[in-house]
């Protein structure tokens, strides 16, 4: 796996042809070890930290099997519509002054309404005028024009997870198609935006769905790849599968490297499955996550994810947008 690193480090590109099976039999230390590798060369020691807020819970339409905020399924979780402007700009200060380096709005549905995306809008175009940080949306499935208006809006990335692989995709969600994410992700790019898209890991896909999402967006050209390891939530068809083991989480960030070795892969839910506060996933390739004090998936704060960061010798201490 070394001497597979030197080589994507000197500019080869793994292909779906390449096939899972050298990274589902490689040891694991020497995958970790050339994953963090190909990092170090391609992408250097900056770590991109990430907040986002919860715009807009519940009641979606859509089916998609893991999720909370479904409708589909009885989660209990919390329901409310669009926040408030002046909520939505409080929480990005914060995040702002303690040193994150982008913020997303995230709101649960397939799209928005012409009223919330309104909503939306406005708080963005407030954002970019009050806030220095870099601004990520996640509003589902939009159109040209909306997308359009984010960017003029002040957002210059949008979030639309692909999930698994194609394959694996109709076991997970069924009123929506991987065809309409990547149909999405193209339109956003279209407009100019920078896109960050992933997936779940621990929903019952093989270890070759891993590896064709991971090609899939290679090939797209996304900028940020989140990995999400599968938190199962009780009444989610989802709620009674096992908890993915720190082993396969590493094995799946490193391979990820390999495949996308410019993009920043984001390690987001499950960081806490792993021991030290994950400290051990940036050392096999990583060089993103997701932080905040709210979030109860990655169970660390902002301060203790910069101190962990910077003791380990990375760079936190830059602005994407100046
Ligand atoms: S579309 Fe988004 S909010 Fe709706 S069920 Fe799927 S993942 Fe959850």
Not at 152 to 179: A, K, L, M, Q, W
Not at 215 to 239: F, H, Q, R, W, Y
Not at 286 to 306: E, F, P, R
Request: glycine share 8%; aromatic share 6%.
């Amino acid at each position: 796996m070394i001497k597979l690193a030197e080589e994507i480090i000197a500019g080869r590109r793994i292909t779906r042809s390449d096939g899972a099976e050298m990274f589902i039999k490689a040891d694991l230390q020497e995958l970790c070890t050339g994953a963090d590798k190909i990092r170090q060369e391609l992408c250097g020691n900056r770590i991109s930290l990430c907040s986002i807020i919860n715009g807009k819970s519940g009641k979606c339409p859509e089916n998609c099997r893991f999720c909370a905020q479904s409708a589909h399924n009885c989660t209990g979780v919390e329901e409310y519509p669009f926040l408030d402007a002046d909520k939505v700009v409080e929480e990005c200060r914060y995040n702002e002054s303690r040193g994150v380096h982008r913020f997303a709005i995230v709101t649960a549905g397939r799209t928005l309404s012409e009223g919330d995306f309104a909503k939306a809008a406005e708080v963005y175009r407030r954002l970019s005028s009050e806030c220095r940080i870099s601004l990520c949306a996640s509003h589902g499935l939009l159109t040209d024009e909306q997308f359009e208006e984010l960017r003029r809006s002040g957002v210059d990335r949008y979030h639309c997870n692909i999930e698994t692989s194609r394959r694996n995709f109709p076991n997970i969600c069924t009123t929506h198609t991987y065809d309409d994410k990547i149909a999405c992700i193209r339109r956003a790019m279209a407009h100019g935006l920078k896109v960050c898209s992933g997936g779940i890991i621990g929903m019952g896909e093989t270890w070759e769905d891993r590896f064709d999402m991971a090609v899939s967006l290679a090939e797209l050209g996304v900028d940020s790849i989140p990995i999400n390891a599968l938190m199962p939530i009780k009444g989610t068809p989802m709620g009674d599968r096992e908890q993915i083991t720190p082993e396969d989480i590493l094995r799946t960030a490193a391979m990820f490297r390999y495949i996308a070795p410019e993009q920043e892969i984001r390690i987001a839910a499950g960081r806490r499955i792993l021991s030290d506060g994950g400290a051990e996933v940036f050392r096999s390739g990583v060089n993103a996550t997701i932080t905040g004090d709210m979030l109860t998936t990655a169970g660390n704060s902002i301060q203790s994810d910069i101190k962990m960061l910077t003791e380990m010798g990375f760079d936190l201490e830059y602005r994407e947008k100046e």
